[in-house]
């Protein structure tokens, strides 16, 4: 018999965050292919794919792929609401995968420079935070214990909180991370004023 165990709070609301982001998105991305909504990725890559039809074939292919993104978001966000260890996993690589490719967009794509290092330092804090949760020992115990089929009995012991020590260094480095993100972003605002 698999004892029962209480969702975490973080998890729920993670759950909430990827159930909203894939169901909005399947919803959603079938009426902007068939509406006149295309008309505005069109006149965005407008002039690439007046010169390359390939570009414009590969729209559709994209279009896909990114609805199997959300689908996938959808799956994910079930996995986690009824903690499904393969969704903490698929969160886990997803957010260590996406943390370097977000970082380098935002440091080609975003000026000034000091706007694109606090674009970099938010997603680190936000995709840091979530790895870091997961990977904490009770919530990771939550996910093992409701996705084993026979746990043993030494298994089923719940492991410790964090020690006070160890709150302490988090508190530290959440608050160090979030004032850096301050800063950069006041020094990206008032390095655009006249």
Not at 95 to 109: E, K, M, N, Q, R
Not at 113 to 123: D, K, N, Q
Request: hydrophobic residues 50%; glycine residues 6%; contains cysteine.
């Amino acid at each position: 018999m698999i004892p029962q165990f209480k969702r975490p709070v973080g998890i729920s609301i993670l759950a909430c965050v990827f159930l909203w982001i894939g169901c909005f998105g399947s919803l959603v991305l079938p009426f902007f292919v068939t509406s006149d909504a295309p008309r505005i990725w069109t006149e965005l890559t407008g002039t690439m794919s007046q010169h390359h039809g390939w570009i414009r074939f590969g729209v559709y292919p994209f279009r896909f792929f990114w609805y199997l993104i959300y689908v996938a978001y959808a799956f994910i966000g079930f996995g986690l609401w009824k903690l499904r260890d393969w969704a903490r996993r698929a969160v886990l690589g997803l957010s260590i995968f996406i943390g370097p490719i977000f970082a380098l967009y935002w440091l080609f794509t975003t000026k000034p420079i000091s706007m694109a290092v606090a674009s970099v330092i938010w997603t680190a804090f936000v995709l840091g935070g979530i790895v870091f949760y997961l990977k904490r020992p009770r919530v990771r115990f939550v996910f093992e214990m409701t996705s084993s089929l026979q746990p043993s009995e030494s298994q089923i012991e719940m492991p410790p909180e964090m020690s006070k020590p160890e709150k302490k260094l988090t508190g530290i480095v959440v608050f160090t991370t979030f004032a850096l993100y301050v800063c950069a972003l006041a020094f990206a605002i008032h390095s655009e004023l006249p």
